[in-house]
Nanobody, 124 residues
Framework: VNLVESGGGVAQPGGSLRLTCATSLSGFTFSNYAIDWYRQAPGKEREFVAAISWSKGMTNYASFAKGRFTISRDNTKNTMYLQMDSLRPEDTAVYYC????????????????WGQGTQVIVSS
């Protein structure tokens, strides 16, 4: 199942962006999975950002995302979101979404292929 990310762009420090993740595969249900956001900054490894269980909406955040980022989903649209507020230059990265096991599973892993991601640049 491929997920498609969108919504990236350029924001100033302290600004906000909302990323969107949607599946191009009609009829697929995420009810048995969690949806994760990851990011990869230049020269760094991909890292976990946040996850949400599709059925109950339980969430999990990386420490750097707590209090600034909010993950959510719209079950009716098979779409999930990452609202990013109080952005910092170190949030600059390509952001990816994917689906993985139940949210209680740690460390996280993903089941799908990685898409193109969406670029986020935080700069004044």
């Amino acid at each position: 199942v491929n997920l498609v990310e969108s919504g990236g762009g350029v924001a100033q420090p302290g600004g906000s962006l909302r990323l969107t993740c949607a599946t191009s595969l009609s009829g697929f249900t995420f009810s048995n999975y969690a949806i994760d956001w990851y990011r990869q900054a230049p020269g760094k490894e991909r890292e976990f950002v946040a996850a949400i269980s599709w059925s109950k909406g339980m969430t999990n955040y990386a420490s750097f995302a707590k209090g600034r980022f909010t993950i959510s989903r719209d079950n009716t649209k098979n779409t999930m979101y990452l609202q990013m507020d109080s952005l910092r230059p170190e949030d600059t990265a390509v952001y990816y979404c994917n689906y993985g096991p139940s949210i209680q599973t740690v460390p996280r892993r993903v089941f799908g292929s990685w898409g193109q991601g969406t670029q986020v640049i935080v700069s004044s």
